[in-house]
């Protein structure tokens, strides 16, 4: 039993930063003109729309320093 939880804090620790490394982060527009910064790309059929670089950002920092740049009047609000 010892042995076992041991495999699997190794695994936990292991598989975590590649899960993380892989993250994408996007500025994304709402229907009603707030924007926010998500980690999921938002679905065109749901209304959102696609601000600054489409393929995401590597990092929140990244994204939030993108949304902050965007032209000013561009978003109705900033969420989040």
Known sequence: MKK???VLIALAATTGPALAAG???FVEQDTVGNCSVVDSKP???AGMKLLGKTSGYASKDAATK???ALP????????G
């Open 43 to 45: 679905s065109a059929s």
């Open 72 to 79: 000013k009047g561009k978003c109705a609000g900033i969420v």
């Open 23 to 25: 993250a994408k982060y």
């Open 66 to 68: 993108a949304l902050k």
């Open 4 to 6: 076992m939880t041991i």
